[in-house]
């Protein structure tokens, strides 16, 4: 317990400085600050009976199947229950779905395990059941997206760390996370080092992956990417491809990992969204505050 509350003491610390730092984004920081701190606090929650295990299969991982797709893994997840936790924190936060949240938190209430099936369900039709789910609620898609997205970060996070475990020692070529499938949000660049630290959108893992292959379409093509820079901004940039037109905002240099925290880096830097939304380019992944800039 002890760990956990250091753990949110230096998020909340992180949080502080990125207000100082960029003041000029300091809404929309504060605006998150409350759903980052209750969904770090939710997701190292002690879990009952344990981590749930997993098996890799080598075959299949070097495929490009991640280990979520492997795996019967998020079953048994407490969605309702992390749902109705959150929901007054995002409303916190951004009050204008309040609303529509308590609304949802009252049909999740009497509707149990409607939200379990919507989110175990598979890619193909999770979409169409959000839609379903939103209409029969009377709540609005994107309040029921957002939410959506913070509780699946909770529920795989809190197992993250113990899988990544299982991936040690193989290597992943492949621009989504190897452990959820999921889109990064963030990239990262160590000096001196030739390929770059991708940040999982869904379940918050990194791996490594190439500089110089778009993690978006597979283009590999230099010529047809570049980074924008901000001036007297150094770490900040931004990786942009001309063949699908998505962009990666990415912090370079970054040596003091104790002070880093991708999330905090990534609404800390809405400016650059803003920046290359109005070039015509589009985010990676929708991660909320991408979208809100």
Known sequence: MKEDFKALQRLTQIIAAACAKYPHNREIIEAFRPVMLACRRLAQ??????????????????????LLRQNDLIKDAPWEELALDLIPKVVEGLPALKDDLQRFAGYIQKHPRTLSEVMLAGADTHAKLIDRLALEAGV???ALLFLSRWVVRIVLERHTHAWAGL????????????????????ARIEEGIPRRWLYCSRCAHAWQFSRVIC??????????????????????????????????ITVNKVTELADFDADIAGVSLVHLDVLMQEKGY?????TGWNILS
Request: aromatic share 10%; net charge negative.
């Open 167 to 186: 991936l040690e020692g193989f290597s992943w070529e492949k621009g989504y996370c190897p452990i959820c499938g999921g889109s990064p949000m963030l």
């Open 215 to 248: 993690p978006a379409c597979g283009n590999d093509d230099q010529k047809t990417m570049t980074y924008y820079f901000v001036e007297d901004a150094t770490q900040e940039s931004t990786f942009a491809c001309e063949s699908c037109k998505h962009y990666l």
């Open 282 to 286: 589009h985010p990676v992944v929708d």
């Open 45 to 66: 929650a002690p879990l009952e009976g344990g981590n749930v295990s997993a098996s890799l299969d080598e075959e299949s991982f070097k495929a490009g199947v991640p």
């Open 140 to 142: 609005g898609r994107d």
